[in-house]
């Protein structure tokens, strides 16, 4: 019995250590190549370089709209890069927005590799350059968040109070979402990130709008009900329709009159 129960710990260690060292790659889904440019989807843009803190360069694309004095920042998901949000980006200059989309470090021709820390420095660089080469004032810069960049806007909000915050199809905690897809695993695996979002919305004074699908498969309906729920008035939350990566597609028109109707309100 002595030795069974010695091996059994053995394998829980080692399978723990294992899922430890797997984490990034379970995360983060990087591409590098760009798979095509604003310019094909009709879009005017211009490059744009951003210096991180920590020595990163950043490349990312600022999409203008002639007749708009707000901006969009704009953080994406955990997989790809910039350029496959082309009808995300579609859709926010039909809104009469200027869009600040940016790659994390990792992704696309961003240097560097990505790590929570990593993303949120991204962001935080990614609103400085908004504030000081941009000269926006942060009653004029929107906080767009889409799954894991969810996550990273929630904490930009503990350090910034942007005019307006939409979160996208994300999740309350890195801890809550190992509990809901892998409830017995995670009792015994340390968890590398913790992307707490739940214990940084309630630093948000600004509108909130979430939008989440019942049907996603990738983030638990309820993660996103939760992380509404912690977060201060005013606020607003939409059901989507259809799943993780294309619900807001599927969801159409009413996906996006209700942006309109909580930019314009």
């Keep these: 019995m002595v030795s ?25 889904f990087p591409s590098r190549d760009l798979s095509s440019t604003p310019s094909q989807w009709g879009l005017a843009y211009e490059d744009v370089t951003i210096d991180t803190a920590d020595g990163i360069k950043l490349h990312g694309w600022f999409v203008p709209h002639q007749n708009s004095n707000e901006v969009l920042l704009f953080l994406h998901g955990n997989g790809g890069n910039i350029s496959h949000r082309g009808e995300s980006l579609r859709i926010f200059k039909r809104l009469g927005l200027n869009v600040l989309i940016i790659d994390y470090r990792g992704y696309g021709q961003s240097e560097g590799t990505p790590s929570e820390d990593g993303l ?14 941009r000269a926006y004032r942060a009653e004029q810069i929107i906080l767009f968040g889409r799954s894991i960049g969810g996550a990273v806007a929630a904490k930009l909000v503990t350090e910034q109070q942007p005019a307006k ?6 999740f309350s905690s890195a801890r809550d979402m190992a509990s809901s897809l892998m ?54 939350f939409v059901k989507l329709k259809g799943d993780h990566n294309y619900g807001f597609i599927q969801s159409q028109p009413d996906y996006e009159r209700a942006l309109a109707k909580f930019l314009r309100d």
């Design 120 to 133: 949120y420095e991204d962001a935080r660089s990614a609103w400085r350059y908004l504030a000081e080469t």
């Design 165 to 170: 915050v939409i979160l996208e199809s994300t």
């Design 4 to 28: 069974g129960a010695i091996s059994l710990l053995v394998s829980i260690g080692l399978l723990s250590g294992m899922l430890y060292l797997m984490q990034p790659s379970m995360v983060f």
């Design 183 to 236: 409830p017995l695993l995670s009792k015994i695996v340390l968890l590398r990130y913790s992307f707490d979002s739940i214990s940084h919305i309630g630093q948000l004074q600004a509108p909130l709008l979430m939008l989440h699908s019942p049907d996603d498969e990738i983030i638990p309906f309820e993660l996103g009900e939760k992380l509404y729920q912690a977060a201060n008035q005013p606020k607003q």
